[in-house]
């Protein structure tokens, strides 16, 4: 079977993890996906496969005879999609021979535009697969899953020489959790490719440091016409404790190792406001000072306020 093909079984299959899940999978309908990816890795012959109460699927491919002596090599990829968009009822859309203009995804009103994604243009003439709009088209991760099956199949197969190669499909990697559970030992590899994301013939060798912060504020409503100097408004303060953080660390204004502080949600009232961040950066230290610069704005306005709000 074609990897495409793969892809296009495995979309229809909802698996978003979800953020306060609480226990590991984060949705017990991951394993919809994880039961039928461990039926498949049997079928096409690879050995020792399994699948853990907490949904994680392992298979290993013996090394050829002769080859034993080899580094065993794994392929890790992700069954979950991410849960800020619907992953329920996936309608795939086949573009072939792409010609470079804006792509309508499906009746949704949504539109895939070279203007906002520059990278299509290199695309013309491929066969591309989009989500119809309604949905996300869950390829992360389930097009790195299609390729390790895919390349499990041929190299069986085609009884092609290799040392040992494991194999390994993981849960709610969307919501940080795809590692909790992972079993280092048992996956047999000292040495992995997480195959995910990204462009064509890109390999990423290193990781950022990564943390979430929720800000609560907690306001004073008093009325409007007699508030003079005591309502404080939940949601003005909220603003405040954002524009305290340095302005241009955002996704938007940086690359490469440069961290962020990333404002993912917000919502409030006079009464109460909610900030949720997430904050990254490659180095282990700065990633600190960026988590005591948050604790210290929030320390800068409870004073301002004179009680901890
Ligand atoms: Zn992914």
Do not use: W
């Not at 800000?215 to 524009?243: C, R, W, Y």
């Amino acid at each position: 079977m074609r990897a495409y093909e793969r892809l296009l079984n495995y979309v229809k299959i909802y698996t978003t993890s979800e953020e306060e899940g609480g226990a590991t999978p984060s949705a017990a309908r991951e394993f919809d996906l994880g039961n039928v990816l461990t039926e498949e890795l049997k079928e096409i012959g690879v050995k020792n496969v399994r699948i853990t109460k907490n949904c994680y699927v392992y298979g290993e491919i013996p090394a050829t005879p002769g080859m034993e002596h080899i580094p065993a090599l794994g392929f890790i990829a992700h069954m979950d999609t991410a849960p800020d968009f619907s992953g329920e009822g996936v309608k795939p859309q086949i573009i072939g021979d792409y010609d470079g203009s804006d792509i309508r995804l499906g009746d949704s009103g949504r539109v895939l535009s070279p203007k906002a994604f520059p990278d299509l243009e290199k695309l013309k003439g491929r066969t591309l697969i989009t989500t119809d709009g309604t949905t996300l088209l869950g390829a992360d991760d389930k097009a790195g899953i299609a390729e390790i099956m895919t390349m499990a199949e041929q190299i069986i197969k085609e009884d092609i020489a290799h040392g040992k190669i494991c194999i390994a499909f993981t849960p709610d990697e969307e919501i940080g959790e795809g590692a909790d559970h992972f079993d280092v030992e048992g996956f047999g590899a000292k040495y992995a490719y997480t195959v995910d994301g990204g462009a064509e013939n890109e390999i990423e060798f290193e990781n950022f440091n990564a943390a979430g912060a929720t800000v609560k504020v907690t306001g004073l409503s008093v009325h409007p016409g007699d508030s003079k100097d005591t309502m404080i408004n939940a949601a003005l303060v909220a603003m405040e404790f954002n524009q305290m953080l340095p302005a241009g660390e955002t996704p938007r204004g940086t690359k490469g190792y440069e961290g962020f502080f990333h404002l993912t949600d917000m919502s409030g009232d006079v009464s109460n406001a909610t900030l949720s961040y997430i904050i990254r950066d490659h180095d282990a230290a700065h990633f600190e000072i960026r988590k005591e610069q948050m604790q210290h704005i929030a320390d800068l306005l409870n004073e301002k306020y004179g009680q901890v709000r």
